[in-house]
């Protein structure tokens, strides 16, 4: 099953893959895919997720350079029938081993940065709480592409590193405006934080909603059913028809995640 997505995204995979080994090597020390392509399978408007580990910090030229080809090889989903929307994240080896909290972040490529990158606005290094999110995902689920496999190169994220990066996320999501125009990702992305929560796993995001499903009121039940049949390709997204309801689903989900992890 995963050779197979794998397969499915390979050309488009080698492009990627080319443009950073050309532009980071000889400071390249792994590529990892992770995310759908290895755990569950690609859906309708999954990206191709990677993360990078280099041994030193990039410098602006190779920043800007390397942004920029990216674009070149990414879609926003969609939008085009050959190329998926890629997200890359790249990590220095020395900012996470030995892993500590927050980490830093290097560089992270995404779709929703493309008017910015074409206006010459350039994202630099950031302290991410996600990387312990992401970095979780990657060694329970992720392929060498590069060097070695998840789990001999980066460290464990304790889990209350892990909790303490999913709660950080929950202030996100206060009111309508902070989910307007994602509905259905906010929706999935708290079902998986409160998988995560109660479980110390992370899964795909349909798995974590059938988990999700089976333990909310029936009256917030309808949201994510919807959330996850567009996410799959089943159904028309009409999440943001549903305001009153998604915003009493948001607080629920948020209220049953912190009863968790504080």
Not at 29 to 42: E, K, P, Q, T
Request: glycine share 4%; no cysteine.
């Amino acid at each position: 099953m995963r050779e197979a997505v794998i397969a499915e995204v390979s050309t488009q995979l080698s492009e990627v893959v080319g443009v950073i080994e050309r532009h980071l090597e000889p400071t390249l020390l792994a590529v990892h895919l992770y995310g759908s392509a290895v755990d569950g399978g690609l859906k309708p408007h999954s990206d191709i997720d990677l993360l990078v580990t280099v041994t030193v910090r990039l410098d602006e030229t190779t920043r800007r350079a390397l942004i920029n080809d990216l674009l070149e090889t990414s879609a926003s989903p969609g939008e085009s029938e050959i190329l998926r929307a890629v997200e890359v994240t790249i990590v220095v080896h020395d900012d996470i081993i030995p892993w500590r909290y927050p980490a830093k972040r290097e560089l992270q490529f995404g779709e929703w940065q493309r008017n910015d990158i074409l206006a010459g606005i350039f994202e630099p290094a950031t302290i991410d709480i996600d990387l312990a999110i992401l970095l979780t995902k990657a060694r329970e689920h992720s392929v060498a592409l590069v060097g070695p496999a998840a789990e001999e190169l980066f460290d464990p994220v304790p889990e209350q590193d892990l909790f303490e990066a999913l709660n950080e996320t929950l202030t996100l999501w206060n009111s309508p405006p902070d989910w307007a125009g994602d509905e259905r990702n906010v929706v999935l992305t708290l079902s998986r934080i409160w998988y995560s929560a109660v479980t110390g796993k992370i899964a795909p995001k349909d798995v974590a909603a059938d988990w999700a499903m089976e333990r909310l009121p029936a009256q917030y039940q309808p949201v994510i059913l919807e959330a996850r049949q567009a996410y799959l390709g089943q159904e028309e997204d009409r999440l943001a028809s549903r305001a009153d309801q998604l915003e009493e689903f948001v607080h629920y989900v948020k209220g049953e995640i912190t009863k968790v992890v504080g």
